[in-house]
């Protein structure tokens, strides 16, 4: 495991790291040059600008070999989102200037409401979408797949792995029914929650474009990037100084794209043995639930899953009630995305797998890390036996679940 300097203030037990990760002293030690002195322009010719030039191209090599591609296809971003919107956005674009008649895109019910609410838009501009349904473990089925490709299909995006149930999905199978049906179709997967967590490798995966984010692996927020296979066009969202080989203008963020390719040089370095880590913290957490806080509900597959995710429904419990009384306790947790949390909406992934809504407004998400320890998890146990009791005492659905 990378050395643990993360400053656990006041005893907070922080286990929300899908949310956003601590960022780790030696990517910050990495960093700091390319906030200070080190702080020239990359596009510029002198001294200054040509060290930062170079720092980006050692970044961009770093973030190739986490994922096994060329340097040349990997494009910096602002993040996950951006990222996932320059892959739609661009390459169905891009296609449909040229081949007018083709405009069908597929992407499943329980992706991140960054492709979601980007198929929503491109609906809008004439595009058809297809919206694949999933298991109850939240897999995605491959026979739906099949019967929804046709000749106008343009692009398939399916998250490698979900970021609220932490289910893996099955991508080279899925990639393998679309190359069997069309060469020529473009397969993007969003890879935000994976990267980090498992092995990926694009060739293996047989996947044209990826989506990666620094702020999810213990680097900086404000930066990720585009995997997209060589000969794939795709159009800019951004114009104007052409960076980024033209196709993401602005300048470069610098210090967060060198903190981004640090983090992926450590998440390959110990990711055999932080992934173990976690999934033993994991499987405790589980098991220990399981053994001694009835009516819960794992959500998601157990045997295809994150090493770091636990959602669980408490049957009675109101899961915001539920997350307030942890916070006081100091357990950090969540309910869900907190990339939509803000707006009050009903969880679309746990619906997507059956889910009534009082098993989703009882639902609760611990993501693990690396900074977490087993006296963390065992102290998590004994706050959420004791406030899950205390909840169902006042629930008025309490009778509804009782054993």
Not at 376 to 388: F, G, P, S
Request: some cysteine; overall charge neutral.
């Amino acid at each position: 495991m990378s050395e643990n300097k993360f400053n656990n203030n006041n005893n907070l037990i922080y286990l929300d790291h899908a949310a956003s990760t601590p960022v780790l002293q030696e990517i910050i030690d990495e960093m700091i040059p390319y906030l200070g002195y080190l702080f020239g322009n990359p596009s510029s010719i002198h001294t200054h600008g040509i060290k930062s030039k170079i720092a980006i191209q050692i970044a961009r090599k770093r973030v190739a070999a986490l994922i096994n591609s060329k340097p040349s296809e990997i494009y910096f971003t602002s993040g996950g989102t951006e990222s996932d919107n320059l892959a739609l956005k661009g390459i169905c674009k891009s296609i449909r200037n040229n081949q007018k008649i083709k405009n069908h895109i597929i992407t499943s019910a329980i992706e991140h409401d960054a492709i979601l609410e980007t198929c929503e838009n491109l609906e809008k501009d004439g595009f058809d979408v297809s919206y694949l349904n999933v298991d109850r473990n939240g897999i995605v089925e491959k026979s739906e797949l099949k019967k929804c490709l046709t000749e106008k299909t343009i692009l398939v995006s399916i998250m490698l792995a979900n970021n609220e149930i932490g289910t893996i999905q099955p991508i080279r199978e899925l990639s393998e029914i679309v190359r069997n049906f069309d060469k020529k179709i473009i397969f993007h997967s969003d890879a935000v929650q994976a990267a980090g967590k498992i092995l990926i490798n694009v060739k293996e995966l047989d996947v044209d474009a990826l989506s990666l984010s620094s702020h999810k692996m213990n680097g900086p927020k404000g930066v990720g990037a585009l995997y997209v296979r060589d000969k794939v066009k795709f159009e800019p969202l951004i114009h104007g100084g052409g960076q980024e080989l033209t196709l993401r203008s602005g300048t470069e963020n610098v210090h967060g794209i060198v903190g981004f390719g640090k983090a992926c040089e450590i998440s390959m370095r110990d990711l055999k043995n932080n992934s173990q880590y976690m999934c033993y913290l994991r499987d405790f957490l589980i098991d220990r639930v399981n053994k001694e806080i009835p009516n819960n509900k794992l959500n998601g597959s157990l045997e295809h899953r994150l090493p770091n995710n636990v959602n669980f429904t408490f049957l009675g419990v109101n899961g915001e009630d539920l997350l307030i009384k942890l916070d006081e306790e100091g357990i950090l947790a969540s309910t869900g995305s907190a990339c939509s949390t803000n707006r009050q909406k009903e969880s679309h992934v746990l619906k997507a797998i059956g889910l009534n809504h009082e098993e989703i407004s009882g639902s609760i998400r611990f993501s693990l890390g690396i900074q977490n320890n087993i006296e963390d998890i065992e102290k998590t146990i004994i706050v959420l036996k004791q406030r899950v009791t205390e909840l169902l005492k006042i629930s008025p659905l309490k009778q509804k679940y009782k054993e």
